[in-house]
Every structure is written in structure tokens, then in C-alpha cells.
């Protein structure tokens, strides 16, 4: 199985998983009277949004390079991670809203055995969280990342509403808000993952450098090249689950142009082969005296 057939099975596991959440929080929420239950299924339902827009966004990055796209079209998957990210910053502005206003709402203390859901679903988003980020890491994709912190956030938001429905059942009277500001701290939470989603995402838009390691392997696969003597300027650019690199190799100054064209060829079929995530290269050859 490749990476973007990897990648479209664990998201068709987050739309399946939250789906099934965002109803039992829903459902457990509205007949619990609690809403940091609700606030959490409101996550969840958002999730099930995202999850399909990562599943637009791997489809259509992997499309193959045309007359308009001679590079591919990678980069729909960094833009999609911003919709994703999006979708977090909203669900978190309106679960922050509605805690606000219940705050200062009257209202009934959760039911004990709410708490009796949120454990189990603690565990299975932190499972899922852990699961979707190493598929995410295997395939290098950035929008998959996104989807899988967006596991990580409900399950902080699950943490909180916990917490928050232990504190109102405990203390009894009085604390029936203890259930909201719960909520309004998982908004808080959910707004800084936000953050830590798309910064990365920006990066990958903006060309950053972020990839030390790679150069690093390059390198060393070069130098297994006959005829390679060494590199200079290496400089690596991410477009989805792969990569584009621009690679200076150094050759003796005394070859012939088919020769060191000949040395380019093989470079470029070696990287290939030791790493299959790089798909476009371009060699510039420099001769060493």
C-alpha cells in the first residue's frame, strides 16, 4: 500500500470514528445536562467536516503534474490543512460563546453517569490521535497531522468536560457552572492546537527549511554515485506527501559533458530509488577544479 492510499484509509477511520462520538456525546450531553458534553459532540461533528476535507485535499494532491501544474498539485494539501484549521478555530469561537452565555445561565447539575461515557471516549480519542499521527508521519502528509491533533483536541476537550462534571457533582449546589468554564477552557485548548496546525502548514506554503534530516540523506546517497565527488547547495521544497529537490553535485572538471550528463542521470535514478518520497530533481553539476 502507498502513502496516499495510507492516508485515505485513516481518514475514512476519523470520519467513521468521529461520527460515532459526536451522536454519543450528543446524545449523552442533552439528556445529561451537561454541556461540555455537548460543546464536546459539537467538536466532533466539526471533525467529521474537516476529516472530509482532508479526504478532498489527498485526492486531489495526488493528481498527476499537467501542462498548468508541471510540479503536480502537492500544495492543495497545506491549503486544505488551513480549511481544517479553520473549522477548528470555529467550533472552538462557538463552543467559547455558549459557554460564556451558560455561565451566567441557571441550570440543572450534570447527570452522574455522563462520567461513565466521557472515560472510555478519553480513550479512544487519544488511541485514534496516536494512530492517525504516526500514519501522518509515515506519509509525510501535513493535512493528515492536522486530523489526527484534531483527535488530540477532543480528547483534551473530553479531559475537561471530566474534570468539569467531577467538580459540579462533588461540590453539588453552586457549582453547576463548573460544567461550562470546562468548556470554555477546552475552547482555549482547541484555539492553541490551532495554532501549532497551521503553523506548520505555513511553512510548507512559504517554502521553509525544515528538512535537515533529508538533506542529510542525500547527501550520503549521493556520494554512493560513481563519478559523484561531493554536493554543494541542496535545497528541498514539499508539495503534499513528497518532495522536490534541487541538488548541486560536485564531478571532476575533467569529464566530458555526455559523461557528466551520464553521472546526473544516474544521481537522479539513485535518489529516486533510496527515497521514494522525492519525486522531482534536479541535478546541476560543478566541476571540482
Wanted: hydrophobic share 45%.
Amino acid at each position: 500500500m502507498n502513502n496516499h492510499q495510507t492516508a485515505i484509509r485513516t481518514t475514512y477511520f476519523s470520519i467513521v470514528g468521529n461520527f460515532c462520538l459526536a451522536v454519543i456525546k450528543g446524545l449523552a450531553g442533552f439528556f445529561g445536562n451537561s454541556y461540555a458534553l455537548i460543546a464536546d459532540a459539537i467538536e466532533s461533528l466539526t471533525d467529521i467536516f474537516s476529516s472530509f476535507l482532508v479526504l478532498f485535499g489527498l485526492t486531489y494532491a495526488n493528481r498527476p503534474a499537467d501542462k498548468n501544474h508541471p510540479y503536480g498539485h502537492g500544495r492543495a494539501e497545506p491549503l486544505v490543512t488551513f480549511l481544517v484549521v479553520g473549522f477548528l478555530f470555529t467550533s472552538a469561537t462557538i463552543i467559547a460563546y455558549e459557554s460564556i452565555k451558560n455561565i451566567g445561565t441557571p441550570h440543572k447539575l450534570p447527570e452522574v453517569w455522563t462520567l461513565l461515557i466521557l472515560i472510555p471516549l478519553i480513550i479512544w480519542k487519544e488511541i485514534s490521535f496516536r494512530l492517525v499521527m504516526k500514519k501522518a508521519k509515515e506519509t509525510n502528509s501535513s493535512s493528515l497531522k492536522a486530523d489526527a491533533w484534531h483527535h488530540r483536541s477532543d480528547a483534551i476537550t473530553s479531559i475537561a468536560a471530566l474534570i468539569g462534571i467531577s467538580v459540579a457533582l462533588y461540590f453539588g449546589k453552586g457549582y453547576e457552572t463548573a460544567d461550562d468554564w470546562a468548556a470554555l477552557f477546552a475552547s482555549c485548548f482547541i484555539l492553541y492546537n490551532s495554532y501549532k496546525i497551521f503553523r506548520p502548514a505555513l511553512g510548507e506554503i512559504m517554502d521553509e527549511h525544515v528538512y535537515d534530516d533529508l538533506v542529510a540523506d542525500i547527501r550520503k546517497v549521493s556520494l554512493t554515485v560513481q563519478g559523484v565527488v561531493a554536493t554543494e547547495k541542496c535545497f528541498i521544497r514539499k508539495a503534499g506527501m513528497n518532495f522536490h529537490v534541487d541538488l548541486h553535485a560536485m564531478v571532476s572538471g575533467y569529464l566530458t559533458v555526455k559523461h557528466g550528463h551520464e553521472i546526473a542521470h544516474n544521481l537522479k535514478d539513485t535518489l529516486r530509488k533510496e527515497i521514494p518520497q522525492i519525486v522531482h530533481i534536479l541535478i546541476h553539476i560543478e566541476p571540482t577544479e
